[in-house]
C-alpha cells in the first residue's frame, strides 16, 4: 500500500483523489471479477446432460482464484478507509473502525456467518419441531448417525461457536492490523523529486532536525525594498519569551554580549500548529536599512536573567538604491527544485557565483501543502544553508519567490491548502496581531534599478480580478517621477508561454489573457516563467506574436533539479527562440544599459545566453 502511493503521485497531481480511486476501483473490480467466476465455476460443477443434474468435480485452480479476488475485494475496501486516514481526511481510529466494521460484515456475507448467528440466537438451541420433523421421516437413528444430518451438525450454538473460532479468531487478528496499519500509515508524506514516502513512525524513528538546533533555519526573504527592507526568519521547536533579533553593520562574531550590537528588533512568532512535532517560525521585518550595506544578524531571546543570544552570526547585504554608470548586480534564478542530487550540483554552482539574491519561481520543496511533510522543508532549507549560502563567510542569500503549485497540491488550491508556503515564506512586513496566512500571494520587490513582481499563476488567486488590477497599480507607480527603476519584470510559476505543455492549458491561457494586454501596455520587459521542467527562451512578444522590438522575453522553464525522467521533451513553436530539455538555473546582471543572463547546466557550462536590451 505504502510503495504504491508515491507511483500514484506520479502520474496524478490529484495523488489523494487518486490513490482512493484506485483502490475503490481495485475492490469493484475484483468483487466483479470474483463473482462472474464463481458463477462460471458453478456452471462447470454441474452435468446437466445427465437427466439427475449430476455435480462433478469443481475446478480447483479458478475457485482458488475466486477466493483469492475475493480476498482482494475485502482488503481493498478495507484500503480505501485507511486511505482516508493517509490523507488526514478522517482520523486514524476512525478508519481502523471503519476497515474492522467493512471486513466483518465482508466476511460475514460471504462465510453465511450471518446466517448461522440468526439461527444460533434464536434461544441458541435446536429446533424440537426440526427433530420431530426429520424422526418422522428418516428416524432417529439416521437423524443421529447419518452425514450432514448428524445431531452435532444440528446444533447451530456449537455450529456457531465453532464457526467463530475458526475463522472468526483470524478475522479479529486482521483488524487489529487494520487499526495498526491505519496508525501507522495516517499522515503520510508522500513527495517528489526525489520520489519519497514517510509515515508517522518512520519520522519519529528519524527524530525532528530541529530538535537539537535552536535557532534551526535562518534566513532571509526580500521585502518591498532590497535596499532598505529585508525581513529575517528563523525557526525553533520552543517558544521564545521575547524573540530578538540583533543586528549591526560590524561584525560581533567572537563576542558573546548582545550589548555589542548597535540595534535589536523585536520579532513575531506564529506557531505552526498543524505539525506533529514543535514548530515555531519568527518574523523580524528590519526595515530603513542602509542601502549596499553589509550587514550581521544574531537571534536572541529576552529572558528574564538578560538577553541571550542563540546560534552563530551570519550576515546579508541591502541592493543599492540605485544602479550608477557602470555599475551592476547578479542574481540567480530558477524554479521546480526538489531535492534531488541535481539539485544539490546546481545550487553549489548557483552559490560560487556570489548572487545579490536567489529568485524561485515556484515548486520549491514539493511538499504538496501536506503537513507530514515538514521534514522535506527541512531538507530543502539545510540545501540552501549548506549549499546556496557563502561558507566560512556566514553570508546568507536573500530569497524572493512565487508560488507553485506543488506548495498547495495543486493549481485553483483552497486557502487552508497552504500549511507552509504562506507561514515560512513572509515578504512583506507582518503586524505582530496577523497571521501569516492570510497574507496575498504577490507581492513586489524593488532590487536597485530592476522591479520584480512575484505573482500567483492561479494556484490560489485568479490572474484576473484582483490581482490583476494589482499589477497595473505597480507598473503604473514605477514610471512614478523621481523612480529608480529601469526593468520591469514579473517571476510567477505556471507559464503564459509554455515550451511542454499546450498553448491553450486552462492555466497558461488563464494568465496570458489576464497579464499579456498589462505586460504589453506597461512594457515589462522580461517574465520569468517555470512549471514545465524544461529550457526556453521566446522571441520578443507583443499582442500574442512576436516582435522584432519592444516586446516582451520569457524565459524558463523551471528545472532547478528535477531528474532525468522528469525532464520534458520541448517542440519547436512559433515563439520559442532556443528550447531544449534540461535542468539549469540562470545567472542574472543588471546594468542600466542591459540584462545578460545566462543558462548553467549541472555540470557548470553555459549552454545558452542573451543580452536583454530596451532596443530589444
Known sequence: YLFTMPYVLRYSQYWSYASLGFFVSLFFVSFVVAQVLKRYIRYRSVNYASADFVETKPPKKKK????????????????????????????????????????????????????????????????????????????????????????????????????????????????????????????????????????????????????????????????????????????????????????????????????????????????????????????ATLSNLTPSTKYYIRVGDILESGPQLLGIEWSFETAMASVGPNETFHFVSGG?????????????????????????????????????????????????????????????????????????????????????YKSYFVQEPLPANRDPNTLQTYQPHVIG?????????????????????????????????????????????APQWPSVRKLEDSVSKACREAWGPIFDHYGVDIGFENHDHAYKRTKLMKGGQPVASNGTLFIGDGSWGVEDGYRRHVAKRFYTEFAISASFFFTIEVSNEYIKAEAINAAGTVFDSFNYTKSG
Open 64 to 283: 482458488r482464484l475466486a477466493r483469492v479476488l475475493d480476498g482482494i475485494a475485502a482488503f481493498a475496501g478495507a484500503l480505501v478507509f485507511v486511505c482516508t486516514a493517509t490523507f488526514s481526511y478522517i482520523p486514524w481510529y476512525a478508519a481502523g473502525i471503519l476497515s474492522s466494521v467493512w471486513l466483518i460484515f465482508y466476511w460475514g456475507i460471504k462465510s453465511s456467518y450471518f446466517v448461522h448467528l440468526g439461527i444460533a440466537c434464536r434461544w441458541c438451541r435446536p429446533h424440537s419441531s426440526l427433530y420431530e420433523d426429520m424422526e418422522d421421516e428418516v428416524g432417529y437413528s439416521m437423524v443421529i448417525s447419518d452425514g450432514p444430518f448428524a445431531k452435532k451438525n444440528l446444533n447451530p450454538k456449537q455450529k456457531f461457536v465453532r464457526h467463530s473460532v475458526r475463522q472468526g479468531v483470524p478475522m479479529l487478528l486482521i483488524c487489529g492490523l487494520m487499526f495498526l496499519m491505519a496508525w501507522a500509515s495516517a499522515d503520510v508524506c508522500v513527495t517528489m523529486h526525489p520520489i519519497s514516502a514517510s509515515t508517522r513512525i518512520s519520522r519519529a524513528i528519524a527524530g525532528d532536525v530541529c530538535a537539537n538546533r535552536d535557532p534551526c533555519h535562518v534566513y532571509v526573504m526580500v521585502g518591498r525594498n532590497m535596499s532598505n527592507e529585508m525581513i529575517v526568519h528563523w525557526h525553533s521547536t520552543r517558544s521564545y519569551k521575547a524573540p530578538t533579533l540583533f543586528f549591526d553593520t560590524t561584525t560581533h562574531y567572537t563576542e558573546a554580549a548582545s550589548s555589542e550590537y548597535a540595534y535589536n528588533v523585536t520579532a513575531v512568532s506564529y506557531h505552526m500548529s498543524k505539525l506533529e512535532v514543535p514548530r515555531y517560525v519568527y518574523y
Open 449 to 493: 534599478n530592476l522591479l520584480m513582481l512575484s505573482l500567483d499563476s492561479f494556484v490560489y488567486s485568479d490572474p484576473a480580478g484582483p490581482q490583476a488590477a494589482w499589477i497595473s497599480s505597480q507598473l503604473e507607480s514605477s514610471y512614478a517621477s523621481g523612480n529608480s527603476i529601469m526593468w520591469r519584470t514579473a517571476m510567477y510559476h
Open 336 to 420: 521546480d527544485m526538489g531535492r534531488t542530487q541535481v539539485t544539490q550540483d546546481l545550487t553549489v554552482l548557483a552559490g560560487k557565483t556570489n548572487p545579490l539574491f536567489a529568485a524561485i519561481g515556484g515548486d520549491l520543496s514539493y511538499d504538496n501543502g501536506i503537513a507530514a511533510c515538514y521534514g522535506r522543508w527541512d531538507a530543502w532549507f539545510d540545501l540552501i544553508e549548506n549549499y546556496l549560502y557563502a561558507k566560512p563567510e556566514r553570508r546568507l542569500v536573500p530569497l524572493v519567490v512565487s508560488i507553485g503549485n506543488h506548495e498547495a497540491g495543486n493549481f485553483y488550491a483552497p486557502e487552508d491548502a497552504f500549511t507552509f
